[in-house]
């Protein structure tokens, strides 16, 4: 299974990536919304794990451009960020993520049983 990671934040990047391959997956990495989108359309992901801010395109602008799309709007998407405001989070599964886990409060091990939970796999 493909996850595609968007975060801007490199370190955060690394963890994840060493943890999903552990888990299994096939890891695709995009550094800024502008970049996830291409690889979304490039890499057809099975699951995006989405931060909220970043440059170029933010996350809620992505995320309603995912959702949106026909073909794209049943790929899973789990937001990972540091925005913890209710009205973030709210905007964030209205706009159709499956799930919101502040980046302080989930470990990437508890982020993958997530992802197993959503897949059933």
Do not use: H, R, W
């Not at 291409?38 to 992901?45: A, L, Q, R, T």
């Not at 998407?77 to 209710?86: A, C, H, M, P, R």
């Amino acid at each position: 299974m493909k996850v595609l990671v968007i975060d801007d934040d490199k370190f955060v990047q690394k963890v994840y990536q060493v943890k999903l391959e552990e888990a299994g997956y096939e890891v695709i990495q995009a550094f800024d919304g502008q970049e996830g989108e291409e690889k979304i359309s490039k890499e057809k992901p099975d699951f995006i794990l989405l931060d909220m801010i970043m440059p170029k395109k933010n996350g809620f602008e992505l995320l309603e451009d995912i959702k949106t799309d026909a073909k794209l709007k049943k790929v899973p998407v789990v937001v990972i960020s540091n925005l913890k405001q209710d009205s973030d989070i709210e905007k964030a599964k209205n706009l159709g993520a499956n799930e919101y886990m502040p980046k302080d409060q989930f470990s990437p091990v508890q982020i993958i049983e997530k992802i197993k939970e959503i897949v059933g796999k």
